[in-house]
Structure formats: C-alpha cells, structure tokens
C-alpha cells in the first residue's frame, strides 16, 4: 500500500508575508512598527521557517496595524527610519549609494 499524496506546502496569504518595504519605516509609524517588531521578534527564531511563519500568523493584528501606516506614509514618501537590531531603537535609514551624488 502507498502512502497518500502530501499536501502541497501552503503559501501564506498576502496578510500573512512581510511587504517588501520589511524593515523600514515611515517615522510616522514607529509606534505600529514597534509593536510589530517586538510581537514577531518574541514569537520567532532565526532559521526557523515554520517559527517564522508562526510568527506572522500570531503577530496579524500588530502587522496588519504596520501594513496599514506604512503604506499610507511610504507611498507619500515621508522619512523612513530603519530599525537597528542590537539597540532596538529606530535610526535614520542609510541613503543608497548615489543618492547624494557620491560614488
């Protein structure tokens, strides 16, 4: 007897990934931010794919809430702060190379 086919793995929904702006921020968003970072940093793992995946489902209401701020704040172009990872604190976001004419 053969084993029954596997489900194929599931894809997680649009709500459920991190939008491809992950991990800046509008600095008008730092609050939904924050408390999104700090949900999906208590709830996953580095290299854990399932943790991850985990993560996001248990952090929906904190990422829906930075979705929501960043997309509004983003599209207009406001000032964006990236979040520094040993500090916890929100820093300036690096200009890319080029921007200011150099290199």
Not at 74 to 91: K, S
């Amino acid at each position: 007897m053969s084993a029954p086919p596997s489900a194929p793995p599931s894809v997680p929904s649009s709500d459920e990934r991190l939008p491809p702006y992950y991990p800046r921020v509008a600095r008008a968003c730092t609050a939904p931010a924050e408390a999104f970072f700090s949900c999906y940093t208590l709830h996953a793992r580095p290299g854990d794919a399932a943790a991850g995946a985990g993560a996001l489902a248990a952090c929906r209401a904190e990422l829906a809430g930075y979705k929501a701020c960043s997309e509004v704040h983003l599209r207009r172009r406001e000032l964006v702060v990236a979040p520094t990872h040993y500090t916890g604190q929100l820093a300036p976001a690096a200009a890319p190379a080029g921007a200011d004419g150099t290199r």
